[in-house]
């Protein structure tokens, strides 16, 4: 299964900076997605991040906010923006093989990032 | 909202006891995954079982699904300290979104 490495593992914000995260894979992968996931709760997915292409955003995320890039099959950014205390979550990074949902996903550990 | 639901929420039991968790889904479904999520880490696939599948063995892990009653259960026997951990059902319909279930709380005391 692939491995994921995600950058920073945690941090500690100032509110109205911004922080990028990382994705690296070590394969190339068809599907990464992010996700937004508080303590103790369940995951709420971000958006698809498109090789080539815009990032597809569900429904209470938007562009402006959590911009995506996604440059190649392996690597991808999540970066959060003029970030507030309603921000701090863990950041959760992940892929699958295919877009059908019938693989599972590999996750990696995750971002816990805290807004001040 | 399309969450599924998961219960217990916590479970604490002792070591060597079985564990066992539900999961209710609203839609029909593909597929539905089990997860595990260790404290401070991201989630490991555990278990996938298709719709036209009843049960699912692996290793300690048991699932079952229930499409009319649209509810997936996994059973951990035996279960071991190690085992603590967050469980999430996943399901999915076909397209590439997973929808995440509550997660249950498992602790078991050595």
């Known amino acids: 299964s692939a491995v994921i490495s995600q950058k920073p593992s945690r941090d500690i914000c100032q509110r109205g900076t911004s922080l990028t995260i990382q994705c690296q894979v070590d394969s190339q992968v068809t599907m990464m997605f992010w996700y937004r996931q508080q303590p103790g709760q369940s995951l709420t997915l971000i958006a698809t991040a498109n090789q080539g292409s815009e990032a597809t955003y569900e429904s209470g995320f938007v562009i402006d906010k959590f911009p995506i890039s996604r440059p190649n099959l392996t690597f991808s950014t999540l970066t959060v923006s003029n970030m507030s205390p309603e921000d701090s979550s863990i950041y959760l990074c992940s892929v699958a093989g295919t877009g059908d949902g019938n693989q599972p996903q590999h996750f990696g550990d995750g971002t816990r990032l805290s807004i001040l | 909202s399309q969450q599924g639901e998961e219960d217990p929420q916590a479970l604490s039991i002792q070591e060597g006891e079985n564990a066992t968790m539900n999961c209710s889904y609203k839609?029909?479904?593909?597929?539905l995954q089990w997860y595990r999520q260790n404290s401070g880490r991201g989630l490991v696939h555990l278990i996938l079982i298709r719709s036209n599948e009843r049960e699912k063995h692996s290793g300690r892990l048991r699932v079952t699904l229930d499409t009319s009653k649209k509810s997936s259960s996994l059973l951990i026997t035996a279960s071991r300290a190690a085992d603590t951990a967050s469980y999430f059902c996943a399901s999915t319909s076909g397209t590439y979104k997973y929808i995440f279930g509550t997660g249950t709380r498992l602790k078991v005391l050595a």
């Open positions: 839609t029909s479904i593909n597929n």
